[in-house]
C-alpha cells in the first residue's frame, strides 16, 4: 500500500508564502540537502498554498536522518522550527555512527 507522505504539523516559519497561522499549505515540501531546511521557503508579496491542503515531506535529501528511507522521510509527522533564520526540519535526528 502507498504510504501518504509525512505531515507537517507546525511550521514556525511565518514569513514563507505557504504559512498560514503555523501551518503549511503546499502540497508537500522538499527538505535538505546537506542540512535539514526546508527548500521550498518562500517569500512573496501575497501569500500562497491552497488553505483546504495540510502539507507534507515530498522529499528529503538529508541521508543521515535516522527517519530517512531511499531519500523519502517515514517520520509520523514533522515540525518546521526557525535554525539562526531559516526553516529546518525540528524532527531531523542523525543517524548514530
Ligand atoms: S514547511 Fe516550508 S514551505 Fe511550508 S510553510 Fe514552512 S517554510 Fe513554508
Ligand atoms: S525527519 Fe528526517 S527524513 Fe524526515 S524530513 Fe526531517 S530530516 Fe528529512
Known sequence: MQKS???IVECDAIDCAYNKNRQCHTH????GDEEPC???FYCARHKGGIQDVIGGVGACKVEDCVYNKSLECTAKSIHI????GHPDCGTYKKVQS
Do not use: G, H, K, L
Not at 28 to 31: F, Q
Open 5 to 7: 507522505f509525512s505531515p
Open 28 to 31: 508537500a515540501i522538499t527538505v
Open 38 to 40: 526546508c527548500d521550498t
Open 81 to 84: 522550527v526557525m535554525n539562526m
